[in-house]
């Protein structure tokens, strides 16, 4: 199936002009879309991975977990969301990580991350599919060109989609199917969800 669809879960909010975030699974495009969706409307853009990394003094978010483990990064992931909206005011778009809002959660800030987010931004998932086998496939196809990507193959890939979907889209405002569809169409999407 192609074409984009737009679903709006229940007891989602409706856009009242907050910032947005955009989240999703690797590689599907958040930062393209958010960059894209910000440059139009003439706001800031941020990523939420480009401030962790900053923030714990590393050049990328993947070497910081290789060093210290996904527990520690998800503890300043969690911390540098809470910072970030006590510094930031007005309209931006913000790219997160699937992580904040679907990572196994032991420590407790998934949660966390959920209700900062709720009460302060409007939340926009992009996923690929509906259908589980067409999801890992289109972001498989993405996933070998991005070296950012931790998983090995296509069928880890589909685990770990399995394993946070219900999460990641639970979390939204609304989600977006985006298919193989471009990310200037998808932006031409959000642009028209927030008019």
Known sequence: MTGIEVIKPRNSKTYQGEPIAIVGPPAIGKSTVSKMVARRLKIPCYELDDIVAKTSGYTSCKILVEEKGRQYFWKIEHECLVNFFKEKQGKFIISLGGGVTSHPD??????????????????????????????????????????????????????????????????????????????????????????
Not at 108 to 119: H, I, M, P, S, Y
Not at 147 to 170: A, F, G, I, N, Q
């Open 106 to 195: 032991p420590q407790g800030f998934v949660e966390k991350n959920r209700a900062l987010l709720k009460k302060k931004i409007f939340t926009i998932c992009l996923f690929p599919s509906k259908k589980k086998k067409d999801a890992s496939t289109i972001l498989w196809k993405r996933q070998q060109k991005d070296d950012r990507s931790h998983v090995k193959d296509e069928k880890e890939l589909s685990t770990y989609l399995d394993e946070r979907r219900e999460r990641l889209l639970s979390s939204a405002d609304r989600i977006i199917y985006t298919h193989h569809e471009s990310a200037k169409k998808i932006s031409d999407v959000i642009l028209d969800l927030i008019k």
